[in-house]
């Protein structure tokens, strides 16, 4: 049996701070994040409406080694039962569903239910679909989601979610109000972050060993509780603040010089509308169809129609339409439908890449 030292500083504070209607721990591992997340899910169990009680993981197996077992060996196999196969855990007697969420088939699995309180382990291996479909799901008056997650890119999905929080334990232990982005409202969610460092009975050697296996990004994401990109990324001075404008932000009057199109089967199609004004390169538009997601795949003549209709709705009239060169099929396609201006793009990709990075 595990045994537990009593929660200190920045965990029994979030505790104490998570009664939100969504209730976030993240940051490095080991850190005492999950430990926390438990004792706040079992407190609110205890106290929870009635209604469905729900514990999502990447797949019911890592939800047993990561959350189950801890539960059990806090409460004891009086207070605490797993029923195995059935997809069931009874705490005090109240039954809570296990479902494991390990694609974008997964929303499936809580479609119809009202819950009263969920749980979710590592929540960044959750496909977005699964989260949102989940957020309509907590209906019952009181409902909360406490979850917790390893951080990841930057720019992924529960980044964005995190960065509206209402209340923040912030990596430095203050309490404050994340700065939500241009045109977002803050959320009702407590979002608690985690360093090595906060959590004290850690031996100092079993530190130190940590701190020497992880370098680079994976000592800033599970040593340091940082979301950044990864080494070697292709543009790493992107930064949202700077590069990203609301659409009033936009100014009048740009000239639409391109059209940027990756055609894709197995990776998503993109195109992307870019214009020249005041001096700067503004990415004003774009058109996406990701196959795989959406288990629709399109032919040549099903995407050139789609473009042509988006480019119309808009009224949007680019000077060229420049296409990945090995798209030979849905080049012609374009030609044959008439869509003006369509050219070969050139595929030297490091000229590509120091020409956009340099812009």
Known sequence: MTVYAPLTGKASASVALATRRMNIWEGAVRSSKTVASIIAWLRYVRAAPPGDLLMIGKTE????????????DLLGTRRARHVEGAGELYILGR?????????????????????????????????????????????VPGARLFAT?????????????????????????????????????RLDLARFSFTLADNPHLAPDYIAALEAEYTGLWRRRFILGEWCIAEGSIYSMWDPARHVVLPS?????????????????????????????????????????????????????????????WLAQGERRPEGVYVDPAAADFNRQLWVDGVPGVTRADNDVAPGIRSIASL
């Not at 890592?62 to 059990?72: D, G, S, V």
């Not at 890119?153 to 430095?172: E, F």
């Open 61 to 72: 197996r890592t939800l047993k080694r990561n959350i189950l077992t801890p539960i059990i």
């Open 95 to 139: 039954r809570i569903w296990l479902v494991g969420a390990n694609d974008v088939q997964s929303e499936s699995k809580i479609r119809g239910m009202t819950l009263a309180g969920a749980y979710v382990d590592e929540a960044s291996l959750m496909p977005e679909g699964m989260w949102r479909m989940l957020g309509t799901r907590l209906s």
């Open 149 to 185: 997650t390893n951080p990841d890119n930057p720019r992924h999905w529960l980044k964005a979610v995190l960065d509206r929080a209402d209340v923040w334990v912030t990596p430095d232990g203050d309490l404050s109000a994340c700065k939500t982005p241009p045109g977002e409202t």
């Open 249 to 309: 932000q936009v100014p009048d009057g740009l000239r639409l010089v391109s059209l940027g199109v990756d055609y894709g089967t197995r990776h998503p199609f993109a195109a992307m509308l870019v214009g020249v004004g005041e001096g700067k390169l503004w990415v004003t538009d774009e058109w996406v169809h990701d196959g795989q997601a959406t288990k629709v795949q399109l032919a040549p003549t099903q995407y050139s129609k789609a473009l042509r209709e």
